[in-house]
T-cell receptor, first 110, second 114 residues
Framework: GQNIDQPTEMTATEGAIVQINCTYQTSGFNGLFWYQQHAGEAPTFLSYNVLDGLEEKGRFSSFLSRSKGYSYLLLKELQMKDSASYLCAVTTSNDYKLSFGAGTTVTVRA | DVKVTQSSRYLVKRTGEKVFLECVQDMDHENMFWYRQDPGLGLRLIYFSYDVKMKEKGDIPEGYSVSREKKERFSLILESASTNQTSMYLC?????????????FGPGTRLTVT
């Protein structure tokens, strides 16, 4: 089975930076996804990491260390609209299923 | 744009009723998934399908069944609804050829069983 851990809640101020950590213990690990989910809406894709290192996409960056079983999502220049849940999910080799963490609710304050 | 639609946004059913949740995707995706989402538990996989007429149990299949008669449609069935099946149900689809298997989600159905 999969064991995926991420903090439950985080709060940050508009314009600041927040880092959401995700640790996993997965046999046959293939890659890691980050999704964003606003309240009452569907999750939407943010990033996918399969190799070690940092992937930057505008204000959002995602990092993966396969040897440490660790990833983070970095949100820079926070805006009020970034208030949402952020879901970490892993895939395993030869499989299309995603295993999700419980999600991190980020609240951005003015 | 990939579009995944679900038959209802909100549904209220009585205990013991048979409930059908429908999901349709328009991107010719091979893979389809049903999840439920509960506070503090995240998304949990109920059933999935990688091809027409194919189905596999996910992590929490008890009390549910599925049907995939056409490639674009994946139905979740609650044979006899119970109050502990009150939840948000999310359908998703993905392509075998897309890198890593990014999943596209429908808007969700919030089911209340009374």
């Amino acid at each position: 089975g999969q064991n995926i851990d991420q903090p439950t809640e985080m709060t940050a101020t508009e314009g600041a930076i927040v880092q959401i950590n995700c640790t996993y213990q997965t046999s046959g690990f293939n890659g890691l996804f980050w999704y964003q989910q606003h309240a009452g809406e569907a999750p939407t894709f943010l990033s996918y990491n399969v190799l070690d290192g940092l992937e930057e996409k505008g204000r959002f960056s995602s990092f993966l260390s396969r040897s440490k079983g660790y990833s983070y999502l970095l949100l820079k220049e926070l805006q009020m609209k970034d208030s949402a849940s952020y879901l970490c999910a892993v895939t395993t080799s030869n499989d299309y299923k995603l295993s999700f963490g419980a999600g991190t609710t980020v609240t951005v304050r003015a | 744009d990939v579009k995944v639609t679900q038959s209802s946004r909100y549904l209220v059913k009585r205990t013991g009723e048979k409930v059908f949740l429908e999901c349709v995707q328009d991107m010719d995706h091979e893979n389809m998934f049903w999840y439920r989402q509960d506070p503090g538990l995240g998304l949990r996989l109920i059933y999935f399908s990688y091809d027409v007429k194919m189905k596999e149990k996910g992590d929490i299949p008890e009390g549910y069944s599925v049907s995939r008669e056409k490639k674009e449609r994946f139905s979740l069935i609650l044979e006899s609804a119970s109050t502990n099946q009150t939840s948000m149900y999310l359908c998703a689809s993905s392509s075998r050829t897309s890198g890593g298997g990014e999943q596209y989600f429908g808007p969700g159905t919030r089911l209340t069983v009374t």
